[in-house]
């Protein structure tokens, strides 16, 4: 018997090590698209809002563009690299970014791709560990990657000085500052944290008096603690620019309490801020951070004492789903469009394919929604280095020099607006938005965030 | 007993005491390091990457095995020493020490560090001690997330410039893999002798019967509180390493998670032995660069799947791993390995 499982252990590993050496195997483009060759035409949404590729800038990708295809290379292929924490304790949220990657890539194949030539995807876990995420970037390195995708600040940060010997750009949606500055070849895809939370003062302290908490101490001017994460991640608002910014504006910042992601209670650290005289609470966290805190001040009796915020990767349909009638009333800052923005083209191409690919409503999230917008900003960025140097010429560096030459790249007709520069390394466009009836809801126009990256 | 190859006779103390016996293995030791120190020639930077991980990982469970190993004495706080090598390498290398005088302090303080955690050693084993040691788990990284920020760079951590020796930079995966191995084989060596000397001999009995060696006259507290030394110190050099690797760290690259990983690395290898760490990490870190790899290629054929749940591969792998050598093979492959070799030499007799 035991020499049975230990030959059939080492059957299943060798059978492991087979698959996993086996080569990758070449997608193939849907059926039901268009061959790059032929005139684009929308395959998901309706006639009358059928958008055109988006192409450089705001406009429209032309449908001659195409044919700049090299006729001597009629089996072009870009790859684009992603990688990410898809299992870890950021997985939540993480997981639907790779089927967003895919269905974006998906979908421009079926508009041409990138003039003419294919997209393909490659994607590496890296389980929230720095090893993985420099292991899979060594991986891809070795391809000569045109520019990759990064979602955690962990390996943005670790691999920050390589991607720039390498020349190799990257866009991540892990936005911390020391990933972002002094500026690199790492482009943030949202305002860094810390300009967020600036953003988010500008909106407040001038609205106070209208959106203060009903109940509560010291309502005369916003006093502020952090309930956060104990991470990185959590705590990168902890920085002298964001304490000078706020003293700036006549808000005090009176304390900071810690708690572990995933937390199942966060009472103590609820009334914590509360006896230090709080009466906002700010948290830097995923989408279950903010759910979190919501049910517990619901549950102490003391959700009316607080205004509650948070970053935008906080809001996701995952914490209303978590935090339930808790998030009623929870502010945050928004730097894209939403789900709901239903008459918006880019939105609607989205929302179209997100039901032709039967993903599962688990899926429909801010992960699904930015994924699909980050490949169109890759293949914009790519098109245009194209227009520049020719498929010849097409290089890492060469990316990175359009991404910092390119004022303004608005991929899925302004899902996101990306306005880099030469020393400029995130965006700095948001809203503020509310929790109503289950909605995320702008209370703003568009504002600029004010630049609080370190000195 | 090991099983000699025939004809193979002790002709002398010095040839007793060998390691390497023979001509045979002579060459086939020279031949194993040659081409060690030639693979960065031959490879590309993915296949040193994971050559230069397993290097570092396998220098922090080779201290894993002398305390867990060797003496008996458990600890879920290899990670946690493993960051104080790392964050004194690169405070050291941050204030203008050079990194090759760096790397050994950061073992030194990491030992001392080791040795503090070590101290309720005399008064609590087994478990009681595992909970001691999460408590280095817990503070450690406590402390240089908020302790004197203006060194240990708070939660952002610390950058480590890269460092050189003349003209080298050793910034690429293939300058590194030197540094590294060469570590490892130092380490390795030094492992599989702490074993034959005094103090190892005197750890395994601690091992093997605390209270009939305190009665043989070998002084407990301070043997054990060597072996934390020596672990720590190990995991302070792995730690150094890692920092050169990485380039950035911070308290979250040093989990109880990887404490738990080098935990299960000494247990697939085999407890007690110099070889074990080796074989162990080699396997749970190939194993999971094989899962890592294979979740796109299954997203790729089965894309009604989600992907979170084939990546996660990876962590079962690890679990059924662990498992399956648990109640399969509790000495681990390194004596599978001996088994092997045996049968080998027997062959083609069974017995």
Redesign the interface.
């Known amino acids: 018997m035991?020499k049975i499982?230990?030959l059939v252990?080492l059957v299943t590993l060798a059978m492991?090590?087979l698959?996993?050496c086996?080569p990758?195997?070449t997608?193939v483009p849907p059926t039901s698209a268009p061959k790059p060759t032929d005139a684009p035409k929308p395959t998901t949404a309706p006639a009358t809002t059928a958008p055109q590729p988006p192409a450089a800038a705001t406009k429209p990708a032309e449908p001659t563009k195409p044919a700049l295809r090299s006729k001597a290379n009629p089996g072009e292929k870009i790859t684009l690299y992603h990688l990410g924490d898809?299992?870890g304790p950021l997985?939540a949220i993480t997981?639907p970014l790779?089927?967003g990657f895919?269905d974006g890539a998906k979908y421009l194949n079926g508009k041409g791709g990138i003039r003419g030539a294919e997209i393909l995807v490659?994607?590496?876990?890296t389980?929230s560990k720095?090893?993985?995420g420099?292991?899979?970037y060594?991986?891809f390195?070795?391809k000569k990657p045109l520019i990759m995708q990064m979602y955690g600040s962990?390996e943005t940060?670790?691999l920050?000085?390589?991607l720039a010997?390498d020349k190799v750009p990257v866009l991540t949606a892990g936005v911390?500052?020391?990933g972002s500055y002094p500026p690199g070849y790492v482009f943030a895809v949202v305002p860094i944290y810390t300009d967020q939370f600036g953003l988010f003062l500008d909106w407040l302290v001038p609205n106070w008096d209208k959106v203060k908490p009903t109940k509560g101490q010291g309502l005369d001017a916003p006093k502020i603690a952090f309930v956060t994460w104990?991470?990185?991640f959590g705590?990168?608002l902890?920085t002298p620019e964001v304490k000078a910014y706020a003293e700036k504006k006549g808000v005090k910042l009176v304390a900071q309490e810690l708690f572990v992601a995933g937390a199942p209670d966060v009472t103590t650290q609820i009334l914590a801020a509360k006896k230090a005289g709080a009466n906002v609470i700010y948290t830097n966290t995923l989408a279950h951070g903010p759910a979190q805190v919501l049910k517990d001040a619901v549950s102490l009796g003391v959700r009316e004492e607080f205004l509650i915020a948070g970053d935008n990767w906080s809001l996701d349909l995952s914490m209303l789903a978590l935090a339930g009638a808790a998030s009623e009333g929870f502010y945050g800052v928004f730097p894209n469009l939403w789900w709901d923005d239903a008459d918006h083209a880019g939105v609607k191409i989205i929302q179209g394919e997100f039901t032709t690919n039967a993903r599962?409503p688990a899926?429909r999230s801010v992960g699904y929604l930015l994924a699909f917008t980050f490949v169109d900003a890759m293949r914009q960025y790519i098109e245009k280095t194209i227009d520049r140097v020719g498929f010849e010429g097409l290089t890492g560096a060469a990316v990175y020099e359009t991404i910092q030459a390119t004022p303004e790249l608005k991929p899925m007709e302004g899902v996101q607006t990306f306005d880099f520069g030469k020393d400029k390394r995130a965006p700095s466009r948001a809203r503020i938005v509310q929790v109503q009836k289950g909605k995320f809801v702008y209370l703003t126009d568009w504002m600029t965030a004010p630049d609080l990256r370190p000195k | 007993m090991a099983i000699r190859l025939a004809g193979d006779f002790d002709i002398s103390y010095a040839h007793d005491m060998a390691i390497i016996r023979n001509r045979g293995q002579w060459v086939m030791t020279i031949a194993f390091i040659v081409t060690l120190f030639a693979l960065p020639f031959f490879l590309?930077?993915?296949t040193?990457?994971?050559l230069n991980?397993i290097g570092i990982s396998i220098i922090a469970v080779h201290g894993l095995n002398i305390l867990l190993g060797y003496t008996g004495q458990i600890s879920l706080g290899q990670a946690a020493f493993m960051a104080v090598g790392a964050y004194t390498a690169a405070a050291l290398v941050k204030a203008g020490v050079s990194f090759w005088l760096a790397l050994p302090m950061a073992g030194l303080v990491a030992g001392l560090v080791g040795i503090l955690f070590g101290l309720p050693s005399l008064r609590i084993k087994g478990f009681y001690l595992a909970m001691a040691t999460l408590a280095a788990q817990m503070i450690i990284p406590w402390f240089f997330?908020n302790v004197r920020t203006d060194i240990f760079g708070?939660?952002?951590?610390l950058?480590m410039q890269p460092p050189r020796l003349g003209e080298i930079i050793f910034?690429s995966?293939a300058t590194m893999y030197f540094p590294i191995m060469l570590t490892v084989v130092v380490c390795t060596i030094a492992a599989k002798n702490i074993a034959r000397t005094r103090l190892g001999r005197a750890l395994l009995a601690i091992r093997d019967n605390d209270l009939a060696a305190e009665v043989l006259g070998i002084e407990q507290f301070s043997h054990k509180l060597r072996a934390f030394f020596l672990s720590a110190f190990y995991a302070g050099l792995a730690g150094a390493l890692w920092a050169m690797?990485?380039?950035?760290i911070?308290p979250?690259?040093f989990s109880l998670l990887s404490s738990v990983w080098y935990l299960g690395m000494v247990i697939v290898g085999g407890m007690g032995s110099a070889l074990g760490p080796i074989l162990g990490t080699i396997f749970l870190r190939g194993l999971?660069?094989?899962?890592?790899?294979?979740?796109?290629?299954?997203?790729?054929?089965f894309?009604q799947l989600?992907?979170?749940l084939l990546?996660?591969l990876?962590?079962m792998a690890f679990g059924v791993a662990l498992m399956?050598f648990l109640v399969?093979e509790p000495r681990g492959l390194s004596h599978r390995w001996e088994i092997l070799k045996a049968a080998w030499r027997l062959r083609p007799f069974a017995h």
Request: without cysteine.
């Open positions: 035991k499982v230990v252990t492991v090590v698959i996993a086996a990758t195997p997608p898809v299992t997985a997981t790779v089927s895919n490659e994607w590496s876990d389980a720095v090893e993985l420099i292991a899979a060594n991986r390195r070795e962990g940060e670790a920050k000085d390589r010997e911390s500052a020391k104990d991470t990185a705590r990168a902890e599962k899926e | 590309d930077a993915h040193l990457g994971i991980l997330r708070g939660m952002p951590g950058t910034n995966q690797y990485a380039r950035s911070n979250e690259q999971e660069e094989i899962t890592t790899q294979l979740a796109p290629v299954l997203s790729k054929m894309p989600e992907a979170g990546a996660a990876g962590p399956l399969f």
